[in-house]
């Protein structure tokens, strides 16, 4: 079976704080891909990365970093100097069969 | 280039009614999938296809039905509308080839549905 947890039900930060999203996956499969996803609260979804479960290596995009680690089955998910435009829902998705997707974090960036 | 187009956007239902919400794409993606997302939560997965003629029930099946009889379209179904399937519906489609490989997904911007 499989199972994304995101346990971090609400964050709330300040401005240029520093803010990580944790997401834990369970699969079987040994060929799987991994997804973050934004939704802003106009409610559409944004597609953030896909991460094949091959490729360890950590990504970095502008203020956003990934941090893929197998051996924990985590794949987290930093922003750095958080901004208010990054208010939003960021959901962790799992594609082994089928895409599943986390809870949901919410992230509230105060000024 | 549409991408995975979805209608109707907004849709109120009166208990037992019946409606389906149509989703299209225009990108050749093998797999199509229905989600429904209730307030606060993630998404659910209702049913995926895989490929024309080929449909597969996900996380929440009950109450909804689909068909794909071309690779463009995805209708849901839903046959007598309770409250409990008050909800915003997103279509999404992708393109696997063999070994799962897999593309990327694309999301319709979603259907907002009320059962009163």
């Known amino acids: 079976a499989q199972k994304v947890t995101q346990a971090q039900t609400e964050i709330s930060v300040v401005e240029k704080e520093d803010v990580t999203l944790d997401c834990v996956y369970e699969t079987r499969d040994t060929t799987y891909y991994l997804f973050w996803y934004k939704q802003p609260p106009s409610g559409e979804l944004v597609f953030l990365i896909r991460r094949n479960s091959f490729d360890e290596q950590n990504e970095i995009s502008g203020r956003y970093s990934w941090n893929f680690q197998k051996s924990t089955s985590s794949f987290n998910f930093t922003i750095t100097a958080s901004q208010v435009v990054d208010s939003a829902v960021y959901f962790c998705a799992l594609q082994g069969g089928k895409l599943i997707f986390g809870q949901g974090t919410e992230l509230s960036v105060k000024p | 280039n549409a991408g995975v187009t979805q209608t109707p956007k907004f849709r109120i239902l009166k208990i037992g009614q019946s409606m389906t919400l149509q989703c299209t794409q225009d990108?050749?993606?093998?797999?199509m999938y229905w989600y429904r997302q209730d307030p606060g939560m993630g998404l659910k997965l209702i049913y995926y296809s895989v490929g024309a003629g080929i449909t597969d029930k996900g996380e929440v099946p009950n109450g909804y039905n689909v068909s794909r009889s071309t690779t463009e379209d995805f209708p849901l179904r839903l046959e007598l509308a309770a409250p409990s399937q008050t909800s915003v519906y997103f279509c999404?489609?992708?393109?696997?080839?063999?070994?799962?490989?897999?593309?990327?997904?694309?999301f319709g911007s979603g259907t907002r549905l009320t059962v009163v």
């Open positions: 999404a489609s992708s393109y696997r080839a063999g070994g799962n490989a897999n593309y990327g997904y694309t």
């Open positions: 990108m050749n993606h093998n797999y």
